[in-house]
């Protein structure tokens, strides 16, 4: 089956660590994307990446960092300079000629 | 102002009425339009796009865009309690460089039986 998948579900961090989440998709998408929702809150976009080896800053991107070495995976890596990272994650991915987003199923991180 | 905007909710209707969620934008130039659905702690599923004036109908629900008042709605008909969940508007605004779609807070829908 085509889809989305984020790993871990929840993730537990102590302040003063960096964590990355992944984001693995097998639809073949050239555009992936990071989005952080607070409760209440819309979807806020941290970094996208329309290609391989290709990413740009998104509305929030600070104390985030990304990678894009394959096609297939775009990890979020949230650092300790990221003041409240408490929040849920979405991944998304679209093909690059349309604009229909289609999400991970999420991960829900938690700064202890 | 705010790019994308939603009555916040939450919005209650009975069970089998019809139920109005409404979303206005900013950039008279968008071009696309997305209706999201998304059960608490889930993440969001697409429910469906439109691209021009008028309505698109998928099932029971319909989605309006009128692009000279510059709003987009979503109609659902004979509610189910399955509907309760918030419903995201998104808009993807013709001048970016991108694919970037700008998201709207959400409206919470509760259908009661």
């Known amino acids: 089956d085509g889809g989305i998948t984020q790993s871990p579900k929840y993730l537990f961090r102590k302040e003063g660590q960096n964590v990355t989440l992944s984001c693995e998709q097998n639809l073949n998408h050239d555009a992936m994307y990071w989005y952080r929702q607070d409760p209440g809150q819309g979807l806020r976009l941290i970094y996208y990446s329309q290609i391989v080896n290709d990413f740009q800053k998104g509305d929030i991107a600070e104390g985030y960092s990304v990678s894009r070495e394959k096609k297939e995976s775009f990890p979020l890596t949230v650092t300790s300079a990221q003041k409240n990272p408490t929040a849920f994650y979405l991944c998304?991915?679209?093909?690059?000629?349309?604009?229909?987003?289609?999400f991970g199923p999420g991960t829900r991180l938690t700064v202890l | 102002q705010k790019e994308v905007e939603q009555n916040s909710g939450p919005l209650s209707v009975p069970e089998g009425a019809i139920a109005s969620l409404n979303c206005t934008y900013s950039d008279r130039g968008s071009q696309s339009f997305f209706w999201y659905r998304q059960y608490s702690g889930k993440s969001p599923e697409l429910i469906m796009f439109i691209y021009s004036n008028g309505d698109k109908e998928d099932g029971r629900f319909t989605a309006q865009l009128n692009k000279a008042s510059q709003y987009v709605s979503l109609l659902i008909r004979d509610s189910q309690p399955s509907d309760s969940a918030t419903y995201l508007c998104?808009?993807?605004?013709?001048?970016?460089?991108?694919?970037?779609?700008?998201f709207g807070p959400g409206t919470s829908l509760s259908v009661i039986p």
């Open positions: 998104a808009v993807k605004p013709m001048k970016t460089s991108y694919d970037k779609v700008i």
């Open positions: 998304a991915s679209s093909l690059g000629t349309t604009d229909t987003q289609y």
